[in-house]
């Protein structure tokens, strides 16, 4: 059995009723104070919105499209981690980093998936002494991890609900190319490209019933409360000038 651990986890296995795991995580995990983009699911882009830019990226040439929330203006930057590793207070934590050091995983046998999907953690998060369990003595989910586990599922259950989103939004061609350059105060250039965002004019050429399938499964409004968010670049671009 071979189990991949998403970006910005170590090594992981799947939680099991004996496992005592260690809660509390100190701080951001290393990877995501260097990256400035984290995935976004379809469920959270309307909160993500208020304090990120969101847009759609295609990771690969040929691959399918996807949601993330920009955190810098260049390779490397998260404008929202200060020195210490705590995320911006005040600012919306998303799913992705709320879950950790928890994940779900795709179980593969020979290098071919399963299909089968388990609930994971960090390896080094489990501490058979100072550790919280996460079952009884009779086996039985204690609350905390009831809650947990709930939530690590409910994020799953999103994350391919936007990946059909997505795979609709693709399909009736309504995104363009666009990038990002700007020039701070002290003349530094930033320049971020690769994005795709909402074009108005495709999305209002579609067909009425297109349109109607759209706002009745609330994709229309996450695709306007996306287009707003991009006014959130100059919340990027102030970070980044108070971050000298």
Not at 132 to 160: H, M, N
Request: overall charge negative.
């Amino acid at each position: 059995m071979q189990i991949t651990a998403p970006f910005a986890y170590g090594p992981i296995e799947p939680v099991l009723k004996h496992h005592r795991i260690l809660r509390d995580v100190p701080a951001v995990p290393e990877p995501l104070r260097e990256t400035n983009a984290i995935p976004i699911s379809f469920a959270e882009l309307p909160l993500a919105a208020r304090d990120y830019p969101v847009v759609f990226i295609r990771p690969r040439a040929d691959g399918p499209l996807r949601i993330v929330a920009l955190l810098g203006l260049q390779q490397g930057q998260n404008l929202f981690v200060n020195d210490a590793g705590e995320w911006a207070a005040g600012s919306y934590r998303p799913a992705y980093l709320r879950r950790h050091p928890f994940c779900m995983a795709t179980v593969r046998h020979g290098g071919e998936s399963s299909g089968e999907r388990i609930i994971c953690v960090e390896s080094a998060r489990i501490d058979a002494e100072r550790g919280e369990p996460v079952a009884d003595e009779a086996g039985q989910p204690l609350p905390w991890w009831e809650q947990t586990s709930r939530f690590i599922s409910d994020y799953e259950a999103d994350l391919l609900r936007t990946e059909k989103v997505c795979d609709l939004i693709d399909k009736n061609g309504i995104l363009e190319p666009f990038s990002m350059q700007a020039t701070s105060d002290d003349a530094e250039q930033f320049s971020v490209a690769g994005m795709l965002r909402l074009n108005e004019a495709r999305l209002e050429g579609l067909k009425a019933d297109t349109l109607r399938m759209l706002i009745n499964r609330g994709i229309m409004g996450r695709l306007y409360a996306h287009l707003m968010s991009l006014d959130r670049f100059a919340t990027l671009l102030e970070r980044a000038r108070q971050r000298g």
